[in-house]
């Protein structure tokens, strides 16, 4: 399939990441489904998309009829197989556990057509593992995007063992119609590169705090006072999810050693469902409109 051939995208999951990834399509101008398995979740994605199109036609980086039409082309769906039997590309953003995705994918298998790419926006999985629940592991590969997907430039495009040099060629074009920076990962390793890096950094920065060696507030004017990162490395943690950076370091664990261990500091919020901005707390409290400080 050639990129002009594309016009309808399929975005599963709604979350931080399915929402981000769908907004970026449709204003790119594809037709999208966006699908979750709730109701109440696929409303959230889509009112979520809405809002962030009204920040960017407030801040006058798009007009309000671009915002509109952008909005237009978003169909929020619960139906599995409706969200899928019609798309050209399937862009899967599901929890980052690899019995769930297979899962997915066993079920998109079978409601798909023949000619669909699928893509996963897994932050750290095998896509090799992944693709082999389907029949066409040579139409599978990883399409990583960045948190906030509207604001990040980058996207991992990352080759599974079985991705066809066509398949890759095809996401790689579709990231730069999307007006994305897409880099190729040749090799698929647990984290890719971004995370790999950044991951293990979120971590020290959380074993520093647990053994009483800085405070949060420390390790954060530093990263981006001196390290010159755009946010903390807390701030981050709870920009992408402390569910979603625990879920990639345990596979990391699992995977590559000791080195990669989670700290135990984001048990007890996890436990407590503070997983960052997209619940109002995480390491900062975000729940009257400001992040307030730990010390
Ligand atoms: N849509 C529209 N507007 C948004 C938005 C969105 N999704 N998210 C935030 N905004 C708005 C805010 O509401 C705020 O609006 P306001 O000015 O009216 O209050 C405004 O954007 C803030 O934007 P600014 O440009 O003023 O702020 P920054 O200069 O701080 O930029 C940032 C924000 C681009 C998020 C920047 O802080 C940044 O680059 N942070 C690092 C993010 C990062 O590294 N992400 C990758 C994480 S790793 C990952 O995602 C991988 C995964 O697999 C784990």
Redesign the pocket.
């Known amino acids: 399939m050639e990129l002009d051939e594309v016009e309808t995208i399929a975005v599963l999951g709604a979350g931080n990441?399915g929402h981000?990834i769908a907004e970026v399509a449709a204003l790119a101008g594809y037709d999208v489904n966006l699908r979750d398995i709730k109701e109440e979740f696929v409303q959230n994605g889509y009112e979520q998309i809405e809002?962030?199109l009204g920040?960017?036609a407030?801040?006058e980086q798009i007009s309000e009829d671009e915002a509109d039409a952008a909005l237009d082309r978003v169909t929020p769906l619960v139906d599995l197989g409706e969200a899928v039997s019609n798309v050209d590309v399937i862009i899967e953003a599901v929890p980052e556990k690899m019995e769930i995705k297979k899962d997915v994918y066993a079920d998109v298998e079978a409601n798909a057509p023949d000619h669909a790419i699928f893509a996963t926006n897994t932050?750290?999985l095998s896509i090799t593992e992944l693709s082999e629940v389907t029949d066409r592991p040579e139409q599978f590969c990883g399409m990583?995007?960045?948190?906030?997907p509207?604001?990040?430039q980058l996207v991992e495009v990352i080759a599974g063992d079985h991705s066809s040099d066509e398949t890759l060629d095809l996401i790689e074009d579709l990231a730069e119609a999307m007006g994305k920076t897409p880099v190729r990962v040749r090799k698929d390793s647990p984290g890719f590169i971004?995370?790999r890096i950044?991951?293990p950094l979120m971590n020290e920065a959380a074993w520093m705090v647990y053994e009483d060696e800085a405070t949060i507030a420390e390790v954060d004017s530093t990263a981006k006072f001196d390290i010159g990162?755009?946010?903390g490395l807390f701030e981050?943690t709870d920009?992408?999810g402390l569910d979603?950076?625990q879920h990639?370091l345990e596979y990391m664990h699992d995977v590559l050693g000791e080195a990669y261990r989670p700290c135990p500091l984001s048990q007890e919020k996890l436990e407590n469902e503070h997983l960052g901005k997209k619940t109002g707390k995480g390491f900062y409290d975000y729940e009257d409109g400001g992040a307030d400080v730990p010390t």
């Open positions: 990441m981000g809002w962030s920040k960017l407030e801040k932050s750290s990583h995007f960045f948190n906030p509207v604001r990040m971004v995370n950044l991951v990162l755009p946010m981050l920009q992408v979603v950076g990639v």
